[in-house]
């Protein structure tokens, strides 16, 4: 849901009534991960995606029969011969998805309860519109809601900062919220979206409730060392993928916005000072395309003792070795120096900087998922390594 935070919190604002169906579970070639959402609001009208095409009309339909019956749905999509060609999911794949009706206006809040199931989603209505207005403004906060269990508690939500503050109740027994609110911002530090399993009274045996747990984080940080004409592109790349991109260089001649318009921050500033100056997490990139060792040497001693996701360097084979050879002077241990990504990027054979900024970031990417790099074409490693368990009691896998 918080993938489509934007639009569904104009949504809100505009207090439009929408169903909003989010993939909960994977496994096998799904195209989507969980999170993923598809809205459909009372006049028809459609935003985001839950599989790539394969079975938006069938989520369409279940959104607008949530939307008439004002009740949740958690229904699975499987390949089987049966069904492949029924709702278009031949990749192989499996995806649990969630439907939830939500009312910006709730007739609770104008004293027209019907008891038939309705209120307790629109009751949610509040503590989702402080998901989606937190997800917007780029705080940290995670929104779990109740995919699975008794009846009377399907749909009902619960939000949770980092300091384990958190809005909204899922209702049942009062040592649920408690054991969820911990969970979940478990979770939130780790800026997981996924699904767990707890008891209804809170404790890890009973009656089992599953939990749908969407995090939302700010950006990941991408920091580009070197104002040169391939930071221009990477910074474009960066971008595209999602990451808060800065662009540091000691020279203000270079280091403007002039030259980096789609940069989020230009400093002037000796690489190795600015990189001290940061508090990066387990998600941060750093990308040094100065190739100059009197800048290059003090930033790579300091970058490779920190606990980020990828560190690269620019140069030819001849300035690795090198450089290699200059930190290890400097006290940098071969355990270090083996986190570098040096050459930067993936053999594409790259000549212009749009090319080299996708080397790069091809090589960022294979990293963070644990791709290989290698073609598709007659390998036989899965498309998409990253499953979650499938929600267990809504049916046999197809």
């Not at 008891?199 to 060392?225: K, T, Y």
């Not at 120096?337 to 930067?344: A, G, K, Q």
């Amino acid at each position: 849901m918080l993938d489509i935070a934007d639009e569904l919190n104009r949504w809100m604002e505009q207090g439009r009534t929408f169903a909003v169906a989010t993939v909960v579970a994977t496994n096998g070639s799904a195209p989507r991960q969980p999170g993923a959402a598809l809205a459909v609001d009372s006049d028809g009208t459609a935003i985001g995606s839950v599989s790539g095409g394969c079975v938006e009309g069938a989520v369409y339909e279940l959104c607008q029969e949530a939307l008439e019956t004002g009740r949740p749905v958690l229904e699975r999509f499987g390949y089987s011969d049966e069904d492949a060609f029924a709702v278009g999911l031949t990749c192989g794949g499996i995806i649990d998805i969630f439907i939830t009706p939500i009312r910006a206006s709730t007739p609770a809040a104008d004293g027209g309860a019907t008891g038939d199931g309705v209120d307790v989603v629109d009751s949610n209505a509040a503590t989702l519109a402080t998901a989606l207005a937190a997800a917007v403004s780029g705080e940290a906060a995670a929104v779990a809601r109740i995919i699975d269990g008794p009846a009377e508690l399907l749909g009902r939500a619960l939000l949770v900062r980092p300091d384990g503050s958190h809005t909204g109740s899922l209702g049942g027994h009062p040592a649920l919220d408690r054991t969820a609110v911990e969970e979940t911002r478990a979770l939130l530090d780790a800026g997981r979206t996924t699904t767990l399993e707890i008891g209804a009274d809170g404790s890890q045996c009973g009656q089992p409730v599953v939990l749908l747990v969407e995090s939302s984080v700010p950006a990941p940080r991408m920091i580009v060392f070197g104002a040169i004409d391939f930071a221009s592109a990477l910074v474009r790349v960066g971008k595209f993928l999602g990451y808060h991109v800065t662009v540091c260089d000691a020279r203000p001649v270079f280091a403007t916005r002039t030259r980096f318009p789609d940069a989020d921050e230009i400093v002037v500033d000796w690489p190795h000072r600015y990189l001290d100056s940061q508090q990066l997490d387990s998600r941060a990139v750093l990308c040094v395309l100065t190739h100059d060792a009197k800048f290059d040497i003090p930033l790579l001693e300091r970058a490779l003792k920190l606990p980020v996701a990828y560190v690269g360097a620019m140069g030819s084979r001849r300035t690795h070795l090198d450089r290699q050879q200059r930190l290890r002077d400097v006290g940098v241990t071969e355990l270090e120096l083996n986190r570098l990504r040096s050459p930067i990027g993936l053999d594409l054979g790259a000549r212009t900087p749009e090319e080299t900024a996708l080397s790069i970031a091809a090589e960022i990417v294979a990293n963070r998922r644990g791709g290989t790099g290698a073609p598709l074409t007659g390998a036989h490693t899965p498309i998409h390594r990253e499953t979650s368990r499938p929600v267990g009691r809504i049916g046999e896998v197809a």
